[in-house]
């Protein structure tokens, strides 16, 4: 079983739509979670950035945190043509220098 | 700010030669840095990761060696390329531990 798992996708949603991402994991010691976007042909851009289980929010984006349920997401509201890209999910566990990542979920918006 | 510089941007060598991909960060002192080759639909998988100067961790037994020569330089490099070599390299720096990694703008490597 993968430490991460992440729907690749590909995901099409129209413009304004909400879009909602997830990301599965097995191991409980992750306390860290983060969420990047990356555009083709360029590296990840931290998004979020997020300790143990809530929400938190910043502008059009919402992490959420379930550690009961091992389950993390990233909702984007009123989505832009902007917002198409890969996003990939991370957990880290509060001991040592690991971070683990899926493997990413491709999102086109459409116009 | 801090910034992180990877170059070059895109890279095409033959089988059997050497490989030098450097990275540096900047604003930052005694950062974490890391080295990880991203393949389509497989993720990020960590290469070497380093705490401090002349300190090298590796992941993956492979081609390729780490080194850093000072605090905020980076290098990855290879003394013999293979096929299998070819990918998109990513550099990434973390402040603390547990800190979010921040990525570079990547390497597309072609090995031909």
């Known amino acids: 079983q993968k430490e991460v798992e992440q729907d690749p996708g590909p995901l099409s949603v129209p413009e304004g739509a909400i879009v909602s991402l997830n990301c599965t994991y097995s191991?409980?010691?992750?306390?860290?979670f983060m969420w990047y976007r990356q555009y083709s042909r360029k590296g990840p851009e931290l998004l979020m950035y997020?300790?143990?289980?809530g929400n938190k929010e910043d502008g059009r984006f919402t992490a959420q945190v379930d550690k009961s349920s091992k389950y993390i997401s990233l909702f984007i509201r009123d989505s832009q043509p902007s917002d198409s890209a890969t996003y990939l999910c991370?957990?880290?566990?509060?001991?040592?220098?690991?971070?683990?990542f899926g493997t990413g979920t491709s999102l086109t918006v459409i116009p | 700010s801090q910034t992180i510089h990877q170059w070059p941007a895109t890279l095409v060598q033959p089988v059997g030669s050497p490989l030098s991909l450097e990275c540096t960060v900047e604003g930052t002192s005694n950062p974490n840095l890391y080295w990880y080759r991203q393949a389509a639909g497989r993720g990020l998988q960590l290469l070497f990761y380093s705490v401090g100067i002349g300190q090298i961790s590796s992941e993956v037994p492979q081609n390729l060696s780490a080194s850093r020569p000072q605090d905020r330089q980076f290098i990855l490099s290879s003394k013999k390329l293979l096929l299998s070599d070819s990918g998109f390299y990513l550099c990434?720096?973390?402040?603390?531990?547990?800190?979010?990694?921040?990525f570079g703008d990547g390497t597309r490597l072609s090995i031909l």
């Open positions: 997020t300790y143990s289980s």
């Open positions: 990434a720096w973390s402040g603390l531990v547990n800190q979010p990694q921040h």
């Open positions: 991370a957990m880290s566990a509060r001991t040592g220098n690991q971070f683990y």
């Open positions: 191991n409980s010691a992750f306390q860290y």
